[in-house]
């Protein structure tokens, strides 16, 4: 090695970041500059695009243009904020430049609320973008939450228009209380390229891999047949909270009766109160969570339609995802398929938990995750609303809470759908130690149906919550509310079967069951409760009682008929298959559970259908331990 004197070392000149501010900039140091403006008493220069001064005109040596580069140190930081600047007396060319990062604190959404009112720097996703009447907000999203970032053009002018969903930025910006909330004031927003962008990308995707991981619960009762379902509920939790930490709404489309309210209720809870904990954004859980009841028991085109629509909207209107498609107590099968199609072709994702009758080769492709009991060698028992209050206990941040709040809920769900699996008594056992016997339960049940059905299209939001007892804050209105409703339901099918009864025309069929027919077009009141479906149930019911099993029940109308069951072995969805083969031009479809379920035809044609309905009926065996079944209905 050889001496080198002073003058032969390079000068060490400072270079401010882009993501620097006012703030970095400290007395005494050499900073690179471009001149930007060349005026009568000076030179403005840019230190970076946000950091600019004047180099007085008093302290230039020479003369500049536009562009030229030029070292300087920082003179004065003036009362209104300007900078003034003098010449270092360093050439910029030979010097060594050394990087000026910014002196923020580098924080990811989870830590917001100990740099209050306090600058600091932040790497995100874009989740969302609305422009607002005054400024445009940014959803950014890492992983560790959600948080609203606020910048400012001028009244309803999109800042920063060249960023967009999706994009992985660094902003720097003020934390700040905003009616009680947090909310980021951006000062800087930088589209991070390439490498940079994929490493923060690859950070906060392992950010959400770990916090969309379930709560790490025990069933609520020991039962082989949820063990066995159990990872799969947990792919679905962790699918829901990934899609809510990532800020994609979740739409749930459940069926319109009992079961369904008790599986979706609960998991809607959940997933608000795991928004409300994920985002610092008071009405995310407003927007990103929607349930809507479905008619049928699969997914109408008509509803599927209406989704869409209006998930587009948000996304045109509000800067929204598309949603991720969460179906419950329904979506197992071929007639849920051009729905699903639909959806697809707009990437929505599905996921659906339903314990009718599936054919999971139909929709398999269609959907991310199909949690079924039939794929398990299971039935209908496992009703839907056990499943998801399992579901919601994964997802819902404070699980000990929900637990205690859902303990009456899969008994109540089981006896809507009429579960005779083994667990039904330790799930009552459970519903007995938050104060609910047997027939409160059958009524918190009846009441429920009796609510959809008015409900119709809407969610019924409170008054469900109020009904099944979740979220509910006043128990007494709980209990008074489901007393009317409960005995409201019972009197209107007492009406009903008034009506309906002397109509029933009973046969006794090959196979030694019996068979009762009603037309429950004419022979009931039509255009209120009870439906046609629960109608014929209710018949049925009342026609075991009287006269005992084997017994079928058929509750027909113009284009469409419903089946119930007793002590026989009923395929319905095969039968439909048959049926739709066998009979050319009318126009069969359907299905439900095995034993019980619905068909439609056109209309010209329902003699035959009916017919070669009976003839299969009367050719199905008779189940020979008459004392363990038991009819669901839908
Ligand atoms: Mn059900």
Not at 134 to 151: C, E, K, M, S
Not at 195 to 217: G, H, K, L, S, W
Not at 228 to 238: D, I, N
Not at 378 to 393: F, H, I, K, Q, S
Request: charged share 30%; hydrophobic share 40%.
């Amino acid at each position: 090695m050889f001496n080198m004197s002073d003058s032969d070392v390079a000068s060490v000149v400072y270079d401010l970041d882009p993501a620097c501010s006012v703030d970095d900039v400290q007395s005494g140091r050499p900073y690179l500059a471009t001149v930007n403006g060349v005026v009568k008493y000076g030179v403005f220069v840019d230190l970076t695009e946000s950091v600019s001064g004047l180099v007085h005109e008093s302290a230039l040596a020479d003369s500049y243009e536009v562009g030229d580069d030029l070292v300087v140190e920082l003179d004065e930081r003036k009362a209104n904020g300007d900078l003034a600047f003098v010449p270092a007396g360093i050439e910029p060319i030979g010097a060594t430049l050394e990087r000026v990062t910014p002196d923020y604190d580098v924080i990811t959404t989870g830590q917001l609320e100990t740099y209050l009112e306090t600058t600091i720097q932040l790497e995100a996703e874009i989740a969302q973008v609305r422009q607002t009447g005054g400024p445009t907000i940014f959803q950014l999203l890492d992983g560790h939450g959600i948080v609203p970032a606020a910048a400012f053009e001028s009244a309803g002018v999109r800042a920063y228009p060249e960023v967009d969903v999706g994009d992985v930025v660094r902003v720097i910006g003020s934390v700040e209380r905003h009616e009680e909330s947090l909310q980021l004031e951006i000062d800087e927003l930088t589209v991070l390229e390439s490498q940079e962008a994929a490493e923060t990308q690859a950070t906060i995707d392992d950010a959400v891999a770990e916090r969309a991981a379930p709560n790490d619960v025990d069933p609520l009762v020991e039962w082989s047949a949820l063990d066995e379902m159990w990872p799969e509920l947990e792919r679905v939790a962790t699918l829901l909270r990934k899609s809510i930490l990532e800020g994609r709404p979740v739409s749930v489309r459940h069926h319109a009766d009992g079961d369904g309210m008790c599986a979706s209720v609960p998991l809607q809870r959940a997933l608000e109160r795991f928004v409300a904990d994920v985002s610092e954004d008071p009405e995310a859980p407003d927007h990103a969570i929607r349930r809507l009841p479905s008619k049928a028991p699969f997914y109408e085109l008509e509803d599927a339609t209406r989704d869409l629509t209006q998930a587009l909207e948000d996304r045109a209107r509000h800067g929204q995802k598309l949603p991720l498609v969460c179906m419950l107590d329904n979506g197992s099968t071929e007639e849920d398929v051009p729905s699903y199609e639909t959806l697809e072709h707009y990437d929505v994702p599905i996921v659906v938990v339903d314990h009718h009758h599936p054919d999971p080769d139909a929709v398999a492709h269609l959907v991310e995750e199909h949690v079924n009991p039939y794929l398990h060698g299971e039935d209908y028992a496992v009703t839907t609303g056990m499943l998801c209050v399992e579901l919601a206990r994964m997802v819902d941040p404070e699980p000990q809470e929900t637990t205690d709040e859902l303990a009456h809920v899969p008994a109540v769900a089981g006896l809507c759908d009429r579960s005779d699996a083994d667990a039904m008594a330790d799930y009552i056992d459970l519903a007995d130690e938050s104060g609910y016997d047997e027939d409160d339960l059958r009524d918190v049940g009846e009441a429920l149906d009796y609510t959809a059905h008015w409900l119709r299209y809407d969610d019924g939001r409170h008054l469900v919550d109020d009904v099944l007892n979740v979220g509910c804050d006043d128990p007494e209105r709980h209990e008074e509310l489901v007393d009317l409703l409960a005995e409201r339901s019972r009197e209107a099918i007492d009406t009903q079967l008034d009506a309906a009864l002397p109509h029933v025309e009973s046969e006794d069929l090959e196979n030694g069951a019996s068979l009762y027919r009603i037309d429950v077009e004419n022979h009931a009141h039509r255009f209120t409760y009870p439906a046609p479906g629960k109608t014929t149930g209710a018949v049925h019911d009342h026609m075991v009682e009287e006269h005992g099993e084997p017994a079928i029940s058929i509750g027909f109308g113009p284009d469409f008929a419903v089946l119930r069951s007793d002590g026989v072995r009923l395929d319905i969805p095969e039968m439909v298959s048959e049926l739709t083969d066998d009979i050319v031009g009318g126009g069969v479809s359907g299905g439900g559970h095995l034993v019980v379920g619905s068909i439609k035809y056109v209309e010209g044609r329902r003699e035959e259908v009916l017919d070669s309905l009976v003839e299969k009926m009367a050719a199905a065996e008779i189940d020979e331990d008459l004392g363990t079944t038991t009819t669901a209905i839908e």
